[in-house]
């Protein structure tokens, strides 16, 4: 399918949401992708990526950005303490706060470096007990405590249970950040990302519909 359609299928969704253009930020989701994939995609002018490994991130993304200017990295997938300096070194933004005791460590190294990339908690929205994120009726509760620890909220992030209606998880999403006052949605994937602008998405992380199946690992 390719980046080009995918931008204008964001074009297309955006107007029939009656959205501001450009109001979608699209997240190219480049885990696993060979190099030349990646380089692809920078090529044509593309600079915002999400990984799902930090470790993994840390191997492709020096480099590139050493060749390609305004980057912008996001971190899609789970967050272990043991690689939290690594992340927030190299990342702009973290779509999977998920727990107090990470909170806690994220708030003393904002303290400590005087910075903090930008934050998103995740929201179990299916409340599968295999997946993580915090469950709907918790949500409250651990914004206000990330906030206590002047850490820089931007929104809420979901993966809706594969097997659901993804409609029913995004606006259960939306409905938990309006109550808290916070504008950042990242919902919505290759399969279902214009049902999540419709519901008010401001991040979209599309991977497959960019850059094809992705290798194995």
């Known amino acids: 399918m390719g980046l080009t359609e995918i931008r204008n299928r964001i074009a297309r969704a955006e107007a029939g949401a009656g959205r501001a253009p450009g109001s979608v930020k699209l997240i190219a989701v480049s885990k696993v992708q060979p190099l030349e994939r990646v380089e692809a995609v920078l090529e044509q002018g593309h600079r915002v990526f999400g990984e799902n490994r930090v470790q993994e991130a840390a191997g492709k993304w020096p480099g590139l950005k050493a060749r390609f200017d ?3 990295l996001h971190l899609i997938g789970p967050l272990q303490s043991n690689k939290l300096r690594q992340a927030v070194e190299l990342f702009d933004a ?6 107090p005791k990470l909170a806690r460590r994220l708030a003393d190294m904002a303290q400590e470096r005087g910075a ?5 908690i995740q929201v179990n929205t299916g409340e599968e007990q295999q997946k993580a994120g915090v469950m709907p009726t ?3 509760d651990f914004v206000a405590q990330c906030r206590a620890l002047d850490l820089p ?3 809420l992030m979901c993966i809706p249970p594969v097997e659901e209606d993804p409609s029913l998880h995004f606006a259960l999403l939306a409905k938990i950040a309006a109550r808290n006052g916070l504008d950042g949605l990242s919902m919505g994937m290759s399969g279902d990302f214009e049902t999540a602008i419709a519901l008010g998405a401001t991040h979209v992380r599309v991977g497959s519909a960019i850059f094809g199946a992705r290798a194995q690992g």
């Open 94 to 99: 973290i779509h999977s706060v998920d727990r």
């Open 153 to 155: 909220v931007r929104g």
């Open 138 to 140: 918790e949500t409250d």
């Open 116 to 120: 903090c990339p930008e934050l998103f």
């Open 70 to 72: 305004g980057i912008e």
